[in-house]
């Protein structure tokens, strides 16, 4: 057994080289991380209170039960997601902006006066699903509908 152990020991030495070099500066270059979290608070402050994700959000931090724990159940998660997706957000943008509620809700850095941070980091919305646009695609499907029905009408009759 000491035979193995002496034989591992005996291999190369490896030692840190250039130890009296300093790091190099760090630089503000337009991809860095710096700059690009600078970017997204820039555009977070842009967020107006009538933006579908502010709002969202404002509903998720309403909903939120035990303070800083900032528990959501799981059946109103799926009823404020329902609600995101008629106001245009994707299913994942949606719990997105969960996260990033819970997550300032538990760190003690939430605030109804301003956005919350990162929220500008999600994808802005597609317009939302209106009542109008409901009742157009009813009016076509009623319309394919009728059309296929007379169809079968003919050819069963002959």
């Known amino acids: 057994m000491e ?4 034989s591992i020991s005996k291999g190369p030495v490896l030692r840190l ?4 070099v300093e790091p190099a500066p760090r630089t503000w270059r337009p991809g860095n991380a710096e700059s690009r979290v600078a970017s997204a608070n820039r555009h977070a402050a842009a967020l107006t209170p009538d933006d579908a994700r502010w709002v969202f959000a404002n509903q998720v931090r309403d909903s939120l039960e035990g ?9 109103r998660r799926r009823d404020l997601v329902a609600a ?7 299913p994942f943008d949606a719990n997105l902006v969960i996260a990033i509620v819970q997550d300032e809700a538990r760190t003690g850095r939430q605030s109804a006066d301003r956005p919350p941070a990162g929220l500008s980091l999600v994808r802005e919305p597609d317009s939302p699903v209106t009542g109008l646009t409901l009742v157009a695609v009813g009016g076509v499907i009623v319309v394919l509908a009728v059309a296929i029905a007379g169809m079968l009408i003919a050819w069963i009759t002959g």
Not at 3 to 6: F, G, M
Not at 17 to 20: E, Y
Not at 67 to 75: Q, T, Y
């Open 67 to 75: 303070g800083r724990a900032a528990i959501l159940p799981p059946n």
């Open 3 to 6: 035979r193995a152990v002496s």
């Open 84 to 90: 995101a997706l008629r106001q245009g957000l994707r």
């Open 17 to 20: 080289v250039n130890t009296d």
